[in-house]
């Protein structure tokens, strides 16, 4: 590096700066292995106790077998093939628990997927709440009157005042 010119030092410096940056780049990048497509859906994610659910996967390049889907929110159930993908249909227990439940596929091939399906438990009224009569409900109907005596008067007044204000003003010219 003798006759290598300051500026020359810098571009040196930043070249190797760089290589070093990509070479750690591609070292730590995992590659893809070609063809790898294994997941697991369930269609709604969140569903109340007692409710139906869809369940769609993939196991690669292995739809044309079943494959077994396992949850604590409603046991086991095995998927078909099915324009390919591997779907079933399972109703969650009305009595489970609210919370989230891992879904876990087990491929033939091998492949697993896991996602989570969140199990609600609102309980339904039996009746609407008690939240009083209202505005339309029986009772004082002074006050609904005297809006509607009110409200005729205030239109009276404008329809006045509208045709004055359009009336031609008819004069002599000088």
């Known amino acids: 590096m003798r006759g290598l010119t300051a500026s020359h030092r810098v571009l040196s410096a930043v070249l190797t700066v760089f290589g070093l940056v990509g070479a750690f780049v591609l070292a730590t990048v995992a590659p893809a292995r070609a063809g790898e497509n294994t ?28 494959a077994d889907v396992q ?25 489970k628990q609210p919370g989230d439940y891992p879904v876990e596929l087990r491929c033939r091939n091998g492949g697993t997927a896991t996602t989570t399906l969140n199990v609600l438990n609102m309980a339904q009224p039996s009746k609407g709440p008690n939240t009083g009569g209202g505005g339309t409900a029986g009772g004082d109907r002074g006050a609904g009157s005297l809006l509607l005596v009110g409200g005729l008067a205030v239109a009276a007044v404008a329809a006045g005042f509208g045709a004055f204000g359009s009336r031609r003003r008819t004069g002599t010219r000088s």
């Open 71 to 95: 949850s604590d929110a409603f046991g086991r159930v095995v998927l078909r093939p099915d324009n390919g993908f591997l779907t079933g249909t399972v109703t969650v227990p009305g009595n």
């Open 39 to 66: 997941f697991v859906e369930v269609t709604p994610n969140s569903v109340q106790a007692g409710s139906r659910v869809s369940i769609r996967a993939s196991c690669d390049n292995d739809n044309n077998r079943q």
